[in-house]
């Protein structure tokens, strides 16, 4: 069974650092392109960072030079580093999956398995 689940969320000031974490069960955390979105309430959700299977990584210009993606294979384990936080970064982050031969893309569209979220909250 996948299953995604996202842990790390907490509050913090703005400048502070997070580390979120998406334990992966049911599949090799490298199989696929895997993907961090973020919500906030009444607005569309928002591809953060992905990684595919190779490594190779994007992310939306709002976060570049301050998350970065990664994953540790033994760990079956997706990580988003998340630095120089702002009030703006505050959102429900979930970490998602495409299926095996799909590309990668920051567009939510084409990703099957999603996390619960984890909520991370900046204060100014």
């Known amino acids: 069974q996948n299953q995604l689940a996202e842990s790390g969320g907490d509050s913090v000031q703005a400048g502070g650092s997070l580390r979120l974490s998406c334990k992966v069960s049911?599949?090799?955390?490298?199989?696929?392109?895997m993907g961090w979105f973020r919500q906030v309430p009444g607005k569309e959700r928002e591809g953060v960072a992905y990684?595919?299977?190779?490594?190779?990584?994007d992310y939306v210009a709002s976060v570049q030079g301050r998350f970065t993606i990664s994953r540790e294979n033994t760990e079956n384990t997706l990580y988003l580093q998340m630095n120089a936080l702002k009030p703006e970064d505050t959102a429900v982050y979930s970490c998602?999956?495409?299926?095996?031969?799909?590309?990668?893309?920051?567009?939510?569209?084409?990703?099957?398995?999603w996390g619960q979220g984890t909520q991370v909250t900046v204060s100014s």
């Open positions: 998602a999956a495409r299926d095996r031969m799909a590309g990668c893309s920051l567009r939510e569209t084409g990703y099957t398995y």
């Open positions: 049911g599949y090799s955390v490298n199989s696929r392109c």
């Open positions: 990684m595919s299977k190779l490594g190779i990584v």
